[in-house]
């Protein structure tokens, strides 16, 4: 198609994107340099926390067509992994064991399955057994995990709360005292080790009969170089608990924060990974049962996080890098700004702060980049954008399909849990915190194209952009010519401009900016 042609068919969409782009200008003249480049450095920053979510929503979607309800959790979860990491490491390195065993079951799960069909007996009574196996299971692991040494805080006792980690960190006087492997160690290992088995076995035996005659007998040896890698990690780090607790607290806020960062992203791949072989694989020929599982699985997390973290919302500290405050800051160079560790940096006289204005928009365009390379330039992306057309056709040419769902839902999962640890420090935490994020996440992927990677960047900047915009002009006003002072609009303006703007989207292209027509 010329380029005549394509303009023709695209005609609408490029009409609406100079709309777009007119109204953008036209609301960037009404304001002084420095407020117009702050608001839209905020925006971007909103923006790519977005995309973030809204990214994985759209993978996810595209190619399983699947709606994960739970993605807003995961988002709230990488927040409070990544708290626990960067506030808690001592926590963090006390449950790294038992979770490294109680995985190594999972991973394991094409073995049970390939092992289970070779029982007659186990196959029949699948309508029991692994009912049986589950509550073994449950009951081993809460002995086990007894056995770890636990630091979990009481969140009862202030002496012991979240909030005072966090100002003992930001103060440096943060200094944890070890504690000891409690006694029947052996047991805890062992036990941890069962116990993720038999979960495992318990999920594998849950879809035995409807399965049967249809899964491989091949077992990959990257499954058992996986699930050996993990178990000789889970072993390893339990014994040398103390030592990565005095080497975590040992090294700079800013490394911890990246540390935090990284074990956020990976966690929730995992996570991701399991959720799709455990609890959508079996699911696929019902769709509508796949949207209560996860709507279902969404309030299961809140509550776990809720048990677990105790307190329903508190802070996270910045990192040095991004907190300094000297006589030297506002920084005016990039320069000066390493050097001093500002936590402002001076921009057509506006202050830019560090972290939310340059750090989240940084990382939001690295990851944009790097899974745009992997969808446009990897062996793994061609499958997954002919998977998007027609998903039958792959299978066709002989490729494991539901490894690559594994793979896109782990994938989809990790960049919510990165959202949700990199945007912790700027919104603090919160246990509906993902909530909101799901419901901006969804609005910009219905304005963008629901399963169009560009889209979801394109959709999450543009929602970005309008309530920062909205927010700045609720402070100075909108001079219109029909009223007497300026017109401010109040915050509720905020979440509902969103809304409109998605609406008349919607009116103009039924399927979103960068959609595809069904």
Not at 273 to 282: F, Q, S
Not at 346 to 373: C, D, K, M, P
Not at 377 to 403: C, H, K, P, W
Request: aromatic share 10%.
């Amino acid at each position: 198609m010329d380029v005549l042609g394509t303009l023709r068919a695209n005609r609408t969409r490029f009409i609406t994107l100079a709309v777009l782009a007119f109204l953008f200008f036209t609301a960037v003249q009404g304001m002084p340099t420095e407020d117009w480049v702050i608001t839209i450095l905020r925006g971007l920053s909103v923006g790519m926390i977005t995309f973030l979510v809204a990214a994985g929503l759209s993978l996810i979607l595209g190619l399983m067509d699947v709606l994960n309800l739970a993605h807003g959790e995961m988002f709230m979860v990488g927040a409070y992994v990544g708290w626990t990491v960067f506030v808690r490491p001592d926590t963090f390195v006390d449950v790294l064991s038992p979770l490294l065993l109680t995985v190594v079951g999972f991973v394991l799960l094409p073995a049970w399955r390939t092992w289970l069909q070779k029982v007659p007996f186990l196959v029949k009574q699948a309508r029991f057994w692994p009912w049986l196996a589950l509550v073994l299971g449950a009951g081993l692991l809460w002995v086990a995990y007894a056995r770890f040494p636990l630091a979990i805080w009481n969140p009862d006792v202030y002496s012991e709360s979240p909030i005072t980690y966090s100002l003992a960190l930001s103060q440096g006087n943060l200094v944890l005292a070890t504690v000891p492997p409690g006694a029947g160690w052996p047991l805890g290992l062992i036990g941890t080790l069962l116990g993720g088995s038999l979960l495992a076995l318990a999920v594998a035996g849950f879809g035995l009969r409807r399965q049967a005659g249809t899964m491989s007998s091949h077992i990959s040896r990257r499954t058992w170089i996986i699930a050996a890698v993990l178990l000789a990690l889970g072993i390893a780090t339990f014994f040398v608990n103390s030592n990565i607790t005095n080497f975590l607290l040992g090294i700079s806020t800013t490394a911890r924060f990246f540390v935090a960062m990284a074990v956020a992203t990976g966690l929730g791949f995992v996570i991701g990974g399991l959720i799709e072989v455990a609890l959508i694989r079996p699911l696929y020929d019902r769709p509508i049962y796949q949207l209560m599982i996860t709507l279902g699985l969404s309030f299961i997390v809140i509550e776990v996080v809720r048990a677990i973290w105790g307190r329903p919302e508190f802070t996270m500290p910045k990192a040095a890098l991004f907190d300094g405050s000297g006589d030297a800051c506002p920084a005016t160079s990039f320069g000066d700004l390493i050097a001093n560790q500002c936590s402002t940096i001076l921009l057509f006289n506006g202050r830019i702060r560090t972290y939310n204005e340059v750090f989240i928009i940084l990382v939001g365009l690295v990851v944009l980049a790097l899974v745009w390379l992997i969808l446009q330039r990897t062996r793994i992306g061609m499958i997954i954008r002919a998977g998007v057309q027609d998903s039958e056709m792959v299978e066709a040419l002989g490729i494991n399909v539901r490894q690559v769902f594994t793979f896109v839902f782990a994938l989809g999962v990790a960049l919510a849990t990165l959202g949700g640890v990199l945007a912790a420090p700027s919104i603090g935490l919160s246990t509906d915190m993902g909530t909101r994020l799901l419901l901006l996440a969804l609005i910009a992927l219905a304005i963008g194209g629901l399963t169009s990677f560009p889209g979801a960047a394109a959709g999450a900047i543009l929602v970005g952009l309008l309530q920062q915009f909205i927010i700045k002009y609720g402070q100075i006003g909108i001079n219109l010519p029909f009223l007497a002072e300026p017109f401010k609009p109040s915050p509720p303006l905020v979440p509902a401009s969103t809304v409109l703007l998605m609406v008349i989207i919607l009116l103009i292209l039924p399927h979103g900016l960068f959609g595809r027509n069904e």
